[in-house]
């Protein structure tokens, strides 16, 4: 549509009170600007607000949801109050009942995240004719926007243009079920024709009852963006296919359309957090250089799965008010995930007389999980509603979850990874080394005379609190792997040196404390802030280690050997891990690769399922088959004082069982929420 060259000065024109001009409004239709045939307030004979005439907003923002639709935990297949869409929904409409001039968005990260999401989209793909049930929660909830996050790319472009009736992707989606709402996302575009995936904006006309009592239609201008390192998280889908663009390139492009169209409020759905580091345009979290760019009134954040402004994350960084919650002036907000909170912008317009102007916004968190003023917990119920919409499809999760697939003799359990205990990684490697070789025996002959190495990390040792991976001797069952391996990461092979699988565990070994042995005083052994995703053991083909917690970093891996001699820095190895691992190793290892040439095989499977498959192939997983590859340990050296660590509560057991000798309980909290241990380096 075209637009007469006035608009652009006079956009505020557009602003008018409802009536016949919501009309004209509804008549130009699609996103595109409905200014051109909109009349003035005073020819269209409706009221135009006084000067000083003031309104209120509430803005609200979910984020990460990863189809926690229902507060219910798939891995423990037991009700959780510490998630779940349904009790956010009890804050949402008490937020709409106190203010009714509420919007509400999505920033992503949406589709997938839970047995259920998987459900969906691999075991019983849902149809053209059927509602995602995250989207069946959501469009009850009326949401008026949503952006696109990188894991709404996991299970490839067909399956998410499908479920959100994308035509953009496949005309033949056009008439699919889906989400009532738009979603958009302004630097995700098809490489075949150079057009977005998705709109990059929409400009929604909302009404509003203004403080003279009247209602009023603004033009909301949402843009949405997405990170562009989804290229390599999702290389199997979206290499070919589409291609991102800059996030702050792309908001200095459309939101001065977005002005010039009439919007009376532009707010940015970033799908990412706050960075200081410099620009670029590949950039992850880029809301921090978005708050840049001239003509937003609000940003939206998420991806970091953090909270955004509680006065703790993000402090100390130039131009950010993490108790105010701006950047750079702008108001901001990240509403924490998996619907354990929303975000609440409270936002007051004022009516200058030609335009809206806003004249204060307030950024805080709602959680689901909050306390009274007297500390005293409050549990925000669940909408029943929710869970009487999608009731069917969690019924059929749960069963699935159940379904059994093999057996274990013995306690699957992460309680002692980080002390050698391996019964968690040496079925994940053991798995992983399967899956490549019956691919690789048929199709990388190439490459079947190097070793092939294994790379597995505990997942859940109750980094942010996402507790311990811990099986029990019985049956086995896919919601235990799904447990076992939280991701739905895909399987990935890397040929790389001796001397890159030295630097990859010394990575690894940044999960400890330097430990100074004559200190009298207790030492920590974990440094807290090392995520326990990031500490890989690698195992296969006889490799054994160990590592001195007393050096600094980059000095810990002493004693690397195959098969009893010392490894070949300049042997080739193959090393079996995940997408993640594969494409961002040089990242992590702190290495240049010439090209993406190292990654040498990239499975179209999850690595979940490789597990699954391996555990239906063993039937029944023993200790002495599965579990006693403990081919890596520390440097034996006498301390002074403790070298303590905490785990799961009085687990003691646990690393008994596992053949670990050199561990004793110290202490257990008071609450039973957890034990301390000692680790005795000398023995
Ligand atoms: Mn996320
Ligand atoms: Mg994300």
């Not at 997938?112 to 998987?118: E, H, K, N």
């Not at 890159?500 to 920590?524: G, H």
Request: aromatic share 10%.
């Amino acid at each position: 549509m075209n637009h007469p060259a006035f608009l652009f000065t006079s956009r505020r024109a557009a602003l008018v009170a409802i009536g016949s001009v919501s009309l004209a409004l509804a008549a130009c239709g699609g996103g595109s600007s409905t200014a051109s045939t909109t009349p003035t307030p005073d020819t269209a004979g409706a009221a135009t607000p006084a000067a000083g005439t003031k309104l209120s907003l509430s803005m609200v923002e979910t984020t990460d949801l990863h189809t926690n639709v229902l507060s219910y935990d798939y891995y423990t297949t037991k009700d959780t109050n510490t998630l779940g869409l349904d009790r956010a929904a009890t804050l949402i409409q008490a937020i709409r009942k106190d203010n009714p001039n509420t919007l509400l968005f999505d920033n992503g990260d949406t589709i997938q995240g839970t047995a259920l999401a998987d459900y969906q989209a691999t075991v019983e793909r849902v149809s053209c004719d059927q509602t995602l049930a995250i989207f069946k929660a959501m469009n009850y909830l009326k949401y008026d926007a949503m952006s696109v996050g990188n894991h709404e790319f996991n299970y490839g472009l067909d399956f998410l243009s499908q479920v959100t009736h994308n035509a953009n992707w496949n005309p033949q989606y056009a008439n699919c079920k889906g989400p009532d709402f738009p979603l958009v996302t302004a630097n995700v575009y098809k490489s075949a024709d150079k057009q977005g995936l998705y709109a990059p904006y929409t400009l929604l006309d909302r009404k509003f009852t203004a403080s003279d009592g009247k209602a009023y239609t603004l033009k909301i201008g949402v843009i949405g963006f997405t990170p562009p390192p989804i290229m390599q998280w999702d290389k199997r889908w979206l290499e070919g296919n589409v291609y991102t663009e800059g996030v702050k390139e792309m908001a200095a492009k459309y939101v001065p359309e977005m002005r010039g169209k009439g919007a009376d409020l532009v707010v940015a759905l970033v799908h990412g957090g706050i960075s200081t580091a410099p620009y670029s345009p590949t950039m992850e979290n880029a809301a921090y250089y978005v708050a840049d760019v001239p003509g937003i009134d609000a940003i939206f954040m998420g991806h970091s799965h953090s909270y955004f402004p509680d006065g703790k994350n993000y402090a100390n960084i130039k131009g950010v008010d993490n108790v105010k919650g701006t950047i750079k002036g702008v108001p901001a907000i990240m509403g924490g995930f998996w619907g354990n909170s929303v975000g609440l912008m409270k936002m007051d317009l004022s009516w200058d007389g030609k335009q809206w102007k806003v004249s204060s916004a307030t950024s805080s968190l709602q959680s689901i999980n909050a306390k009274d003023a007297s500390g005293a917990a409050v549990i925000i119920p669940a909408d029943p509603a929710i869970k009487a919409l999608i009731q069917a499809e969690h019924d059929a999760t749960v069963k699935y979850v159940n379904t059994p697939i093999g057996a274990t003799e013995y306690r699957i359990a992460s309680q002692f990874t980080q002390v050698g205990d391996v019964s968690v990684v040496q079925l994940i490697n053991d798995a992983q080394i399967a899956a490549y070789k019956s691919y690789a025996d048929a199709n990388l002959q190439q490459y079947a005379s190097l070793p092939v190495l294994s790379a597995a990390a505990p997942f859940k040792m109750n980094f942010r609190a996402t507790g311990y991976t811990d099986i029990p001797v019985g049956g086995v069952a896919i919601k235990n792997m799904a447990d076992l391996y939280v991701y739905p990461n895909t399987l990935q092979a890397v040929k790389v040196t001796g001397a890159d699988v030295k630097l990859w565990l010394e990575k690894s070994a940044q999960y400890f404390n330097t430990i100074d042995p004559s200190k009298t005083a207790d030492q920590q052994l974990i440094n807290p802030t090392f995520p326990s995703y990031n500490f890989d053991v690698i195992q296969g083909a006889g490799l054994t280690y160990q590592i001195d917690v007393t050096k600094p970093v980059g000095q810990r891996i002493v004693n690397l050997q195959m098969k009893g001699a010392a490894l070949d820095p300049n042997a080739e190895v193959i090393v079996v891990t995940n997408n993640y691992r594969a494409s961002g190793l040089g990242k992590f290892i702190g290495k240049t690769f010439p090209d993406s040439s190292y990654v040498i095989y990239e499975s179209p499977d999850e690595n979940r399922e490789a597990i699954i498959a391996y555990v239906k192939a063993q039937q029944t997983l023993t200790r002495s088959k599965n579990a006693s590859n403990r081919n890596w340990g520390f440097v034996k050296t006498p301390t002074a004082g403790k070298v303590l660590f905490e785990s799961g509560p009085n687990a003691l057991q646990i690393a008994i069982d596992d053949g670990i000798t050199n561990v004793t309980l110290d202490s257990t909290k008071p609450d039973g929420s957890a034990s301390i241990y000692q680790i005795h380096l000398g023995q």
